[in-house]
């Protein structure tokens, strides 16, 4: 009809020419889902099927160590989020952990004659426990946002020891140095996450109650820092990382974008500190130093840089590989145990591996773990061609 705008549709392919090129995209909103492919959405399936029934068959002893695996996660996408995608380089990512989990620890902690503690419910405290360093992150990132490279580390990496001081004089809230206090209670509707639950007539110990439950959260906070990455915020992230000036040029904020990032990221350090500090059982401020923001470099760096599968690889590689390096002390022979009867002891090849790991894969492999597996897929979808 006269006056009205054309309203052409692309062609949609047929299901079966789908089925036979799962890679043939009509629009840009299929080439952009999360599970744009049969295989991504298959073993993404199955992986969670695998996560969902492995609580029900493992010891004890290795449902904590995966549990621990989905909390470093978690803190791991937060980190991505400000240092892989945003290209703001954070060596405070300890600060954060350590402030969301004495934020937890007071508001869902039992006082005693020491600390301070308001035994609020899960529901509470584990989302200020994000709020509360989101806001502290909201503070701090003007300043780092004048920054960049060296400088912005350097400032980051005062907020650590700035932090540490301050845990350490707030003994009303921490409990002091070498003393502590105790974690928040993960207590939903007067249900304790942490405590032996019956599931289904299924008699679970309170470790895998708690890893079912760290399990979905980090599957929740997984697809919401995947779907933040495809949006225009994760363009915009992605525009500043790869050059700033440009970006600016181009019109995209430059400080509210490194500001967006640094909130984010804050508050998955956070929630992941909430978390953490349940693990531990009991929290000192000595708990929040530089090796745990190392661990969580580690984290994105061996994993992979911008990209949330990564930071799931790297959290599964940095949490195991000390239990693999102490499994192998029994068969190599320089290794010796925490006594220190070997040429080098455990806890000293652990930091060496860490060391060498992170190098390696900056030199030869910048995008992790995760990367090599990209090159792998892509050698064996062309194989047999090179090209």
Request: with cysteine.
């Amino acid at each position: 009809m006269t006056g009205q705008p054309s309203t052409t549709l692309a062609p949609k392919a047929s299901r079966a020419t789908r089925r036979g090129r799962p890679e043939l995209y009509t629009d840009y909103r299929a080439d952009q889902a999360i599970w744009n492919t049969p295989a991504k959405r298959f073993w993404t399936a199955a992986l969670v099927l695998v996560g969902l029934y492995l609580p029900f068959t493992l010891s004890r002893d290795l449902t904590g160590l995966l549990t621990l695996v989905f909390i470093y996660a978690i803190g791991g996408i937060g980190l991505n989020l400000v240092t892989g995608y945003a290209g703001q380089v954070s060596l405070g990512h300890a600060f954060f952990l350590g402030l969301g989990a004495y934020t937890a620890a007071f508001l869902g902690g039992e006082p005693s004659g020491t600390v301070r503690g308001l035994e609020l419910d899960l529901l509470i405290w584990l989302p200020m426990a994000g709020i509360v360093p989101a806001f502290v992150g909201l503070l701090v990132a003007p300043l780092a946002a004048r920054v960049r490279g060296l400088y912005l580390a350097i400032l980051t990496l005062g907020l650590v020891f700035m932090g540490e001081h301050l845990f350490k004089e707030a003994r009303t809230f921490t409990g002091g140095p070498g003393v502590g206090r105790a974690p928040a209670e993960p207590v939903v509707f007067g249900y304790n996450l942490y405590a032996r639950q019956t599931i289904l007539g299924v008699e679970l110990p309170r470790e895998s109650v708690f890893y079912l439950f760290c399990f979905a959260l980090m599957i929740g906070m997984a697809i919401l820092a995947r779907n933040l990455a495809r949006s225009r915020w994760g363009r915009a992230f992605a525009a500043v990382r790869d050059r700033d000036i440009a970006a600016e040029v181009m019109g995209v904020p430059l400080l509210r974008t490194k500001t967006l990032a640094f909130v984010l990221s804050s508050f998955f350090a956070g929630i992941a500190g909430a978390l953490l500090s349940v693990v531990i059982g009991r929290i000192t401020p000595e708990n929040w130093n530089l090796l745990l923001s190392i661990d969580f470099l580690a984290v994105i760096l061996i994993g992979g840089i911008a990209t949330i599968s990564g930071s799931l690889i790297g959290a599964a590689f940095v949490v195991l590989l000390p239990r693999g390096v102490e499994w192998a002390s029994g068969y190599v022979p320089f290794i010796g145990g925490a006594g220190g009867s070997g040429f080098i002891s455990v806890f000293q090849l652990q930091g060496i591996l860490f060391g060498a790991l992170i190098v390696l894969f900056i030199v030869v492999e910048p995008r992790g773990l995760f990367g090599m597996w990209l090159r792998i897929r892509n050698y064996w979808k062309a194989w047999p061609f090179s090209y």
